[in-house]
């Protein structure tokens, strides 16, 4: 306490003369306090760093056992046999399912997420707005174990209404047939993700139409705009990168959920041109599903497709990170 | 055709036409009495097909009207505003039912004996049992993950805010956000090839570190927000005085922000207190009371709500407790959001805006 007393200038030179000696005259940071709290802190920051540089490590580690082994073509076999030997096995099924479903789920849950946080911020009724935002909230945090009880046991005996009118007026293009099973198909699966990347999708939208600036609103009503007007002119260019993060968020978290499709979707491997009848996979779920019975080779095939999710959502976010840099520089405002 | 052309254009929105406030309500109200009968006439069973046949037709009712009384500018204002206000309903549903079948079904065999008595031998298509074992499971597990996850997150958030510049703080934030979104499946096998490697067998607290890895990036985001809102002027203060900066940090800048960081890491256990998949992979599951998170399978609630599913074969009994031990779950993270966020407005930052 004394020595903080005799500092009268700001930060850079300390009257402790050891100290001040060891270290560079740019450094402020020469007090042990202060180096050991720095070291603590960008310890941390480092400790991430090796986190992520270790997943990656040791998935790829344990990928390469498996793929060495594997006597299928890792990127096309459409088979799933990892207990025989040689093991036969391949991501092609996977990686179809992981993309059908997600896409739908996208597909779905953008353009009403994004009606919703509009709904909140800007057609709402301010007394109705703050607890349908409170709601939203909550419903972020519903774990997905819960939400594919609900689609297992819910969703899925309510989805044959729906099931049977597609295959009625759209049955001829292939992608809409169906052949009566239950339907425990990536199309379940896409609405169940659907339902829950919205809230996500929604809180993230919100906060940011939330932050366009009152004068450029004010401005476009001034000049006469409708409301839909005021938002396609003022609100929606704003918020563009904020609504395309939320929806990579939102990607991200439908890439890689796992149990609310292994309790929907009943899977095989195969590749079905139909989303409504049941039959596909995806990373997590397959992971999931096939874990139980897998051997330590067994392990190795899932944890090298688990390498093949980790890659995709990493591209997925970072080509968000990128897209939201971009608009930064040119849109004056940030947040 | 020109003369109509000429008039359409002419009136401005302040002498047109208007439709008459409570329109909106009487189309709505008209489409659902439409849909009704066009659903009882083409014997629709399922209510869902009638609700979106009523929602097709207030969002076409409300254009032609509108586009016939006010012109097309505002005809397309109304139906932008029919359709958010069908999107949040169709969004209200889902939601709505999984709360209410959720409470609906848990409150059934949800009572003390379930909460304190594990599953023991009880077989998973007999009633009876409980979800002790996988309570005491997850407030280990998650409490071990915290007690990792909550103090790197906060530091390498301190870092950021506080310390950060150059490569080293921008590689972090970069890496920080990339975490976010890695899956919580992933986080489970990378414990899952490190335990293959040591041949280990499963146990609690390889639970608990991949559930670290996924509660530390949020962790570094909420805190960093906070962090932010904490006025350089109450810096400058504490610095000018001569206060060494470490002190600061602890003294002033983290106990201005305690309510926030507290609301981010409150979160951030909700959140991983619901995962599923690292425990599948790591913990394995078991029926037993297991106190030990260090050695020997353990039971968690969310791989309990999935056992019960999966493994039951359709009885009735597991599925009854399968929704109770979500209700469970769900009291429980929401629980922690209430007082998370009533520590976030109890304690927020004064920033003099």
Same mark, same amino acid.
């Given at each position: 306490?004394?020595?903080?007393?005799?500092?009268?200038?700001?930060?850079?030179?300390?009257?402790?003369?050891?100290?001040?000696?060891?270290?560079?005259?740019?450094?402020?940071?020469?007090?042990?306090?202060?180096?050991?709290?720095?070291?603590?802190?960008?310890?941390?920051?480092?400790?991430?760093?090796?986190?992520?540089?270790?997943?990656?490590?040791?998935?790829?580690?344990?990928?390469?056992?498996?793929?060495?082994?594997?006597?299928?073509?890792?990127?096309?076999?459409?088979?799933?046999?990892?207990?025989?030997?040689?093991?036969?096995?391949?991501?092609?099924?996977?990686?179809?399912?992981?993309?059908?479903?997600?896409?739908?789920?996208?597909?779905?849950?953008?353009?009403?997420?994004?009606?919703?946080?509009?709904?909140?911020?800007?057609?709402?009724?301010?007394?109705?707005?703050?607890?349908?935002?409170?709601?939203?909230?909550?419903?972020?945090?519903?774990?997905?174990?819960?939400?594919?009880?609900?689609?297992?046991?819910?969703?899925?005996?309510?989805?044959?209404?729906?099931?049977?009118?597609?295959?009625?007026?759209?049955?001829?293009?292939?992608?809409?047939?169906?052949?009566?099973?239950?339907?425990?198909?990536?199309?379940?699966?896409?609405?169940?993700?659907?339902?829950?990347? !919205?809230?996500?999708?929604?809180?993230?939208?919100?906060?940011?139409?939330?932050?366009?600036?009152?004068?450029?609103?004010?401005?476009?009503?001034?000049?006469?705009?409708?409301?839909?007007?005021?938002?396609?002119?003022?609100?929606?260019?704003?918020?563009?990168?904020?609504?395309?993060?939320?929806?990579?968020?939102?990607?991200?978290?439908?890439?890689?959920?796992?149990?609310?499709?292994?309790?929907?979707?009943?899977?095989?491997?195969?590749?079905?041109?139909? !989303?409504?009848?049941?039959?596909?996979?995806?990373?997590?779920?397959?992971?999931?599903?096939?874990?139980?019975?897998?051997?330590?080779?067994?392990?190795?095939?899932?944890?090298?497709?688990?390498?093949?999710?980790?890659?995709?959502?990493? !591209?997925?976010?970072?080509?968000?990170?990128?897209?939201?840099?971009?608009?930064?520089?040119?849109?004056?405002?940030?947040? | 055709?020109?003369?109509?052309?000429?008039?359409?254009?002419?009136?401005?929105?302040?002498?047109?036409?208007?439709?008459?406030?409570?329109?909106?309500?009487?189309?709505?109200?008209?489409?659902?009495?439409?849909?009704?009968?066009?659903?009882?006439?083409?014997?629709?069973?399922?209510?869902?097909?009638?609700?979106?046949?009523?929602?097709?037709?207030?969002?076409?009712?409300?254009?032609?009207?509108?586009?016939?009384?006010?012109?097309?500018?505002?005809?397309?204002?109304?139906?932008?505003?029919?359709?958010?206000?069908?999107?949040?309903?169709?969004?209200?549903?889902?939601?709505?039912?999984?709360?209410?079948t959720t409470v609906k079904r848990g409150v059934k065999v949800l009572d003390p004996y379930f909460l304190t008595h594990s599953m023991g031998i009880v077989a998973d298509s007999e009633p009876g049992g409980g979800i002790y074992h996988a309570i005491i499971g997850s407030l280990e597990q998650v409490g071990l993950a915290t007690l990792i996850g909550a103090p790197i997150g906060v530091l390498t958030a301190v870092y950021l805010v506080e310390y950060g510049r150059g490569k080293l703080a921008r590689a972090v934030t970069f890496f920080v956000d990339?975490?976010?979104?890695?899956?919580?499946?992933?986080?489970?096998?990378?414990?899952?090839?490190?335990?293959?490697?040591?041949?280990?067998?499963?146990?609690?607290?390889?639970?608990?570190?991949?559930?670290?890895?996924?509660?530390?990036?949020?962790?570094?985001?909420?805190?960093?927000?906070?962090?932010?809102?904490?006025?350089?002027?109450?810096?400058?203060?504490?610095?000018?005085?001569?206060?060494?900066?470490?002190?600061?940090?602890?003294?002033?800048?983290?106990?201005?922000?305690?309510?926030?960081?507290?609301?981010?890491?409150?979160?951030?256990?909700?959140?991983?207190?619901?995962?599923?998949?690292?425990?599948?992979?790591?913990?394995?599951?078991?029926?037993?009371?297991?106190?030990?998170?260090?050695?020997?399978?353990?039971?968690?609630?969310?791989?309990?709500?999935?056992?019960?599913?999966?493994?039951?074969?359709?009885?009735?009994?597991?599925?009854?407790?399968?929704?109770?031990?979500?209700?469970?779950?769900?009291?429980?993270?929401?629980?922690?959001?209430?007082?998370?966020?009533?520590?976030?407005?109890?304690?927020?930052?004064?920033?003099?805006?």
């Amino acid at each position: 306490m004394d020595i903080s007393t005799k500092t009268t200038d700001a930060s850079p030179p300390t009257p402790q003369p050891a100290a001040a000696g060891k270290r560079g005259a740019a450094r402020s940071t020469s007090r042990p306090g202060d180096r050991i709290f720095l070291g603590l802190s960008r310890g941390s920051g480092i400790l991430l760093l090796v986190i992520m540089a270790a997943i990656a490590v040791f998935l790829t580690y344990r990928a390469s056992l498996a793929i060495s082994k594997d006597h299928g073509n890792f990127l096309t076999s459409f088979e799933w046999n990892t207990n025989i030997d040689p093991p036969v096995f391949g991501i092609a099924v996977l990686a179809f399912g992981t993309v059908v479903s997600s896409v739908i789920a996208m597909a779905l849950a953008v353009p009403i997420a994004v009606a919703i946080a509009l709904f909140l911020t800007h057609y709402a009724p301010r007394r109705m707005s703050g607890p349908v935002a409170y709601v939203v909230d909550l419903l972020a945090a519903v774990p997905s174990i819960v939400y594919g009880l609900w689609g297992a046991l819910v969703l899925v005996p309510h989805m044959n209404g729906l099931f049977g009118w597609l295959n009625d007026y759209f049955g001829w293009t292939g992608i809409f047939s169906w052949d009566g099973g239950a339907p425990r198909s990536m199309l379940t699966v896409g609405i169940l993700l659907a339902i829950m990347i !919205l809230p996500i999708i929604t809180n993230v939208s919100r906060e940011v139409f939330r932050q366009v600036p009152q004068m450029h609103e004010e401005a476009a009503l001034a000049l006469g705009a409708t409301r839909w007007e005021v938002i396609r002119m003022a609100v929606l260019p704003f918020g563009r990168s904020g609504v395309i993060s939320a929806s990579m968020l939102g990607l991200g978290r439908a890439l890689g959920e796992t149990m609310a499709v292994a309790t929907v979707l009943s899977p095989d491997f195969d590749i079905h041109a139909s !989303l409504l009848n049941p039959g596909g996979g995806t990373f997590a779920q397959n992971i999931a599903s096939k874990f139980g019975e897998a051997t330590e080779q067994g392990r190795d095939a899932l944890i090298a497709s688990g390498l093949i999710l980790f890659v995709i959502t990493l !591209l997925v976010n970072g080509a968000a990170r990128a897209i939201i840099a971009r608009r930064k520089e040119y849109s004056g405002a940030n947040a | 055709m020109s003369t109509a052309a000429v008039t359409d254009k002419r009136p401005n929105s302040l002498r047109s036409g208007h439709l008459p406030k409570w329109s909106p309500w009487a189309i709505a109200g008209g489409s659902v009495v439409v849909a009704a009968g066009i659903g009882l006439g083409a014997g629709l069973s399922s209510k869902v097909e009638w609700g979106l046949i009523a929602a097709i037709l207030y969002v076409l009712g409300t254009f032609v009207i509108a586009t016939m009384v006010e012109g097309k500018r505002q005809a397309k204002d109304r139906v932008a505003t029919s359709l958010v206000w069908v999107a949040f309903l169709i969004a209200v549903i889902p939601l709505v039912s999984l709360i209410w079948t959720t409470v609906k079904r848990g409150v059934k065999v949800l009572d003390p004996y379930f909460l304190t008595h594990s599953m023991g031998i009880v077989a998973d298509s007999e009633p009876g049992g409980g979800i002790y074992h996988a309570i005491i499971g997850s407030l280990e597990q998650v409490g071990l993950a915290t007690l990792i996850g909550a103090p790197i997150g906060v530091l390498t958030a301190v870092y950021l805010v506080e310390y950060g510049r150059g490569k080293l703080a921008r590689a972090v934030t970069f890496f920080v956000d990339v975490m976010t979104g890695v899956p919580s499946i992933v986080a489970g096998l990378f414990i899952l090839s490190l335990m293959l490697m040591l041949d280990m067998q499963p146990f609690g607290f390889a639970g608990s570190l991949a559930l670290a890895i996924l509660m530390m990036p949020v962790v570094v985001r909420s805190t960093e927000e906070m962090l932010k809102l904490v006025p350089n002027e109450l810096r400058e203060a504490s610095l000018a005085l001569g206060v060494p900066k470490w002190r600061t940090i602890l003294k002033v800048v983290l106990p201005t922000s305690i309510g926030g960081i507290t609301t981010g890491i409150m979160l951030a256990i909700a959140r991983i207190a619901g995962e599923t998949a690292p425990i599948l992979l790591l913990v394995w599951g078991n029926s037993f009371i297991n106190n030990n998170p260090f050695s020997g399978a353990q039971q968690a609630l969310p791989l309990y709500i999935y056992q019960q599913y999966a493994n039951s074969s359709g009885s009735t009994a597991a599925y009854d407790r399968a929704w109770a031990a979500s209700l469970t779950l769900i009291a429980f993270v929401m629980i922690l959001n209430l007082v998370a966020r009533g520590i976030a407005r109890w304690k927020a930052p004064k920033t003099g805006r």
